[in-house]
């Protein structure tokens, strides 16, 4: 019987049918989810329990649950149907690509560009612009699109990757699940830290009055968040912070800037009233400056640099050299 990786060399592209029969006595009571994701290390579990659900995958010649156990000899056949086209119209949407190959693409993310279509933004949305200018798409759990494995909120700029087919979405996941990333920010704030650095190490969940507001939880409640900071200048009574996430919580350094050093980013129309700030700029002063990290297919080092837009010039210029 030829090696599992063999037979889905061509997974993301054709339409690919595998069998094997289980044999080893480690696989005696393994879930059977779980048994397909260890052999089958391309996909991501949550893919392969739909396929499983879908009845693509089968065992013994029958559909399953995925928490079977599984026994001594039993069969599995498990279809990888091709990719199906995503109901999202391709726009020729400007976009800076800083890298792209086969597997992964970098972006420069423009401030005011939605990443993900959703309702009040069906289109004009970074996915609309990726349809539009790769080609080489292999699909995301069995679509035809782009694999969006971090999120910038629509008015903050800079750096975001993007995975062209399962395997590397899965990695670059892993990856930035277990802070196998460096990601340095930028963010002009309201006034100016009393401390030169530090780190913020609290916990962040959704605010109970405001849904679209996030907060620190001081019960210890939602999730992980830690930020390392320092101040790089001053300008007019403002400061430009240099962030480095260690996690990746929704409005993390939004909400570490207001909450733990009173000093909300300029522009922040949910943190910061705008109108009463010592500095007034036209957009949310945050901007995703270096990402680095390993390809998640080669494992070569890899970085970028998104070039810092002309708001933050003030803050840069006053940098001691």
């Known amino acids: 019987m030829p090696e599992i990786t063999d037979c889905l060399i061509n997974l993301n592209h054709d339409y690919v049918a595998v069998d094997w029969i289980i044999c080893e006595t480690s696989d005696i009571g393994e879930r059977f989810d779980k048994h397909l994701a260890r ?9 392969l329990q739909d396929l499983i659900k879908d009845g693509h995958a089968t065992l013994n010649g029958k559909p399953a649950k995925v928490g079977t156990a599984l026994k001594h000899g039993d069969s599995i056949c498990i279809t990888i149907p091709e990719v199906t086209p995503v109901e999202i119209k391709a726009q020729d949407i400007p976009l800076t690509i800083l890298h792209e190959d086969s597997d992964i693409a970098v972006l420069d993310k423009p401030p005011g560009l939605v990443v993900h279509p959703a309702e009040g933004n069906p289109d004009g949305t970074l996915v609309n612009a990726l349809l539009h200018h790769i080609d080489d798409l292999s ?12 999120r910038l909120d629509k008015d903050t700029s800079g750096c975001i990757v993007i995975a062209k087919n399962d395997m590397a979405h899965r990695r670059l996941a892993d990856a930035f699940s277990e802070r196998r990333l460096t990601k340095i920010y930028l963010a002009a704030v309201n006034g100016v830290p009393r401390e030169q650095g530090g780190r913020i190490q609290n916990y962040i969940g959704r605010h ?16 992980e968040a830690v930020t390392e900071w320092e101040i790089l200048s001053t300008h007019q009574g403002c400061a430009l912070i240099q962030c480095r996430l260690l996690t990746g919580r929704t409005h993390q350094i939004r909400v570490h800037m207001k909450e733990a050093l009173q000093c909300p980013i300029l522009g922040d129309p949910i943190y910061g009233h705008p109108s ?11 901007h995703a400056w270096r990402l680095a990290f390993n390809h998640p297919i080669h494992d070569q080092p890899l970085s970028f640099e998104a070039k810092v837009p002309s708001e933050f010039e003030p803050w840069m210029n006053a940098i001691p050299q």
Not at 276 to 286: A, D, F, G, N, S
């Open 208 to 223: 109970a009055v405001d849904r679209k507001r996030m907060t620190i939880s001081l019960d210890g409640s939602g999730k």
């Open 276 to 286: 009463r700030q010592r500095v007034h700029t036209p957009r949310l002063m945050l």
């Open 139 to 150: 699909g995301i759990g069995g679509e035809l699109r782009p694999g969006i494995v971090h």
């Open 39 to 47: 052999r089958l290390s391309d996909l991501s579990r949550s893919r």
